[in-house]
């Protein structure tokens, strides 16, 4: 009978620890735990730690609570400026909801990455390329926003949305490189056409200045040689006055050559000390051999 007893025992026992073997789970710190009794939601979630569950009646899913990292395929598409371009980002997201994680949506990892697939290409179609190139920040928050808004029925929440890079057709790089420099080659052209500008209306007003004070003039010439000269050059060139070229050449035409013309229709010379020659009498005339008889004679 005692025999009988203890056998009852032992194989209660074994029984309970078998059944307890089966029924114990074990739900992780960032897991949470949804039961399923006889294919119906049973009960609330499960937190972390120790379970039990049904044996052959309650299935426990268990759905990682974790931010989840997941890369988004690069899509082609056409900006709203006629474009194209190829974007690809990334999206942050964790479940905050485990009973509706398994639900509502048959795989929430699958239908999270379609969403942002589709919410990519349109975000590309309503955007112009200088929006996708320096106003990322924007298209973030729109692009988290489209896929957030089903994602919420889904116990899913968007913790973030990244654009990760742009790809530009070769052409399209090599147009906003031209287009780039040509800008740049602008303002480079407007500063240097300013500073002519100003260095124009200091200069007049340095003029000015040196009008009132003639002395000034000089004393910038002589500053300007200075300077000039403590460059160690051979060849040193000194502006001259054109003024004074004019005045030696208004005073050389003053005084001429030739002086004036006598009355005896002889020409004299002006300051050089030459004395008058008197002309010789012409020869074979009589009248001006002063009244002596010719060799032949005759009177």
Known sequence: MLQDLLAALAATGAAGLVYLTAAARVVKQYERGVVFRLGRLAGPVREPGFTTVIPGVDRLHKVNMQIVTLPVPAQEG??????????????YFKVVDAANALIRVEDY??????????????????????????????????????????????GVQIDRVEIKDVSLPESMKRSMARQAEADR?????????????????????????????????????????????????????????????????????????AGPVGST??????????????????????AEQDGKPSPDGRA
């Not at 056409?78 to 999206?91: C, F, K, L, P, S």
Request: glycine share 6%.
């Open 78 to 91: 056409i900006t709203r400026d006629n474009v194209t371009v190829r974007v690809d980002a990334v999206v």
């Open 185 to 257: 080659e602008r303002r480079a052209r407007i500063i240097n056409a300013d500073a002519e500008l100003q260095a124009s209306k200091k200069l007049s007003e340095a003029a000015k200045q040196m009008s009132q004070q003639p002395a000034a003039l000089q004393l910038r010439l002589l500053q300007t040689v200075v300077a000039v000269a403590a460059e160690k050059n051979s060849t040193l060139v000194l502006p001259f006055p054109v003024e004074l070229l004019r005045f030696l050449e208004r005073s050389q035409g003053q005084v001429g050559p």
């Open 109 to 154: 990892r699958f239908a999270v990455s379609q969403m942002a697939q589709t919410s990519l290409r349109s975000i590309i179609g309503k955007s112009d390329l200088d929006d996708l190139l320096s106003d990322r920040e924007k298209l973030n928050q729109g692009l988290e926003l489209m896929i957030d808004s089903p994602a919420v029925g889904w």
């Open 265 to 286: 229709g002889q020409v004299g010379q002006v300051g050089m000390g030459v004395p008058e020659v008197p002309a010789a009498p012409a020869p074979g005339t009589a």
